[in-house]
């Protein structure tokens, strides 16, 4: 499987401000997905990112509040905007590896919004 | 109704017990099926697929009921070091992203 990392690692930010996390795997990947996972819950795709084209978000989440850029095959990065208190969060990223689409998660970012 | 619907538990279970877990799935389109799991403050991991004709891996146990639409994943011998959380995760035909159960915690109990 990739080996996934992301920066940072955690953040507390304040409300109103922006926080960009960024994703890098060890092996270039057609596909990079994003998910939030709220305190308590289980995983919530957010968008699925492909290189050279614009990200396909998931019902309830756009573009201008998570902007995602894809630049290459081994690297994406996930802009969390104009944050809220409902905003703080997990968000992890994962990419697709094996024979039955399986994924594989980085380790997380822990983002806690004041 | 949720793609994937677990029970929360909690299952406290002794060591050496047997336990099993439960997910069922709400479209009869789907076509790949996995167990993960995760522990406290960390990501999900993959702890196996789940093939249409049943598999094992050690002490787990995992198997696919396509008429009923449900998974079961089966630990034995239980060992303190399986106190986590188990995700019932599914894929739709055509679609790439998982769709996660809420998650069933165990503790295993010295």
């Known amino acids: 499987s990739a080996v996934i990392s992301q920066k940072p690692s955690r953040d507390i930010c304040q409300r109103g401000t922006s926080l960009t996390i960024q994703c890098q795997v060890d092996s270039q990947v057609t596909m990079m997905f994003w998910y939030r996972q709220q305190p308590g819950q289980s995983l919530t795709l957010i968008a699925t990112a492909n290189q050279g084209s614009e990200a396909t978000y998931e019902s309830g989440f756009v573009i201008d509040k998570f902007p995602i850029s894809r630049p290459n095959l081994t690297f994406s990065t996930l802009t969390v905007s104009n944050m809220s208190p409902e905003d703080s969060s997990i968000y992890l990223c994962s990419v697709e590896g094996g024979l039955f689409y399986e994924q594989y998660f980085g380790p997380g970012t822990r983002l806690t919004v004041t | 109704r949720k793609e994937v619907e677990q029970d929360p538990g909690p299952f406290n279970v002794p060591e050496g017990a047997t336990v099993a877990f439960n997910c069922t799935y709400s479209n009869s389109a789907s076509q790949s099926f996995f167990w993960y799991r995760q522990d406290c403050r960390k990501e999900p991991k993959l702890l196996m697929s789940v093939y249409s004709s049943g598999n094992e891996d050690g002490r787990f146990t995992a198997q696919l009921n396509r008429a009923s639409q449900y998974i079961s994943l089966l630990i034995r011998d239980s060992k303190l070091s399986d106190s986590a959380t188990y995700l019932c995760?599914?894929?739709?035909?055509?679609?790439?992203?998982?769709?996660f159960g809420t998650g069933t915690r165990l503790t295993v109990i010295p």
């Open positions: 995760v599914v894929i739709k035909t055509g679609a790439n992203n998982l769709f």
